[in-house]
């Protein structure tokens, strides 16, 4: 079996007409509730099949709306467990959560250094308000949305400078986790 080249899953696509990039949201946020792998390869694909501005647009409405459900998720199913448990000092990391909840999503937005799916159902489960939630995601999310359209437009052309600017783009992306890490340990503040 040969994988589709990028002009052919354009084509696919572009079956769907109009209702196309609302589909891929659609599928988008189902995917971030579920669970299910691979995002990545989902948010490249948006820039390939509807351009750098409309793929843009798109990644961002279904994480936002897939990110929303599972913070509310989170918040519907668990919260009330969660603070039946609280005791001690995860009360009171839960407490630091509800008043630096946006500077903290924001943080893990830009440095990805917790997967998105914990982010987003463990912050239904604190006390970190939606509305900061909200906003944190919408704003950390840009960066990557935009990197992801980019790079999935560039697929068409390939070994361009447009193409190696992608390339150039996504691992600086890639990077910033390593980087903040590596920081962090030689200042003596990670783990070993």
């Known amino acids: 079996m040969t994988l589709p080249t990028p002009d052919t899953l354009r084509l696919w696509i572009s079956q769907f007409g109009v209702m196309a990039p609302f589909l891929y949201v659609a599928l988008y946020a189902a995917n971030t509730v579920t669970l299910l792998p691979p995002i990545g390869i989902l948010s490249l694909s948006a820039g390939l099949a509807f351009g750098p501005a409309i793929g843009f647009l798109a990644i961002m409405a ?107 783009a996504m691992a600086m992306m890639i990077a910033i986790p390593t980087l903040y890490l590596r920081v962090r340990r030689k200042t003596g503040h990670g783990t070993d």
């Open 62 to 168: 279904g994480a936002m709306i897939g990110t929303s459900l599972t913070f509310l998720l989170g918040r519907r199913l668990g919260r009330g467990f969660v603070e039946r448990r609280l005791k001690g000092r995860f009360k009171s990391l839960d407490e630091a959560l509800e008043r630096n909840g946006f500077a903290t999503v924001l943080f893990f937005r830009i440095v990805p250094i917790v997967p998105y799916e914990v982010l987003n159902y463990g912050s239904g489960l604190s006390k970190i308000p939606f509305r900061d939630y909200g906003l944190a995601t919408f704003l950390g999310l840009i960066p990557g949305a935009a990197v992801a359209a980019f790079f999935g437009d560039s697929l068409t052309q390939p070994f361009s400078p447009k193409f190696i600017a992608a390339i150039a």
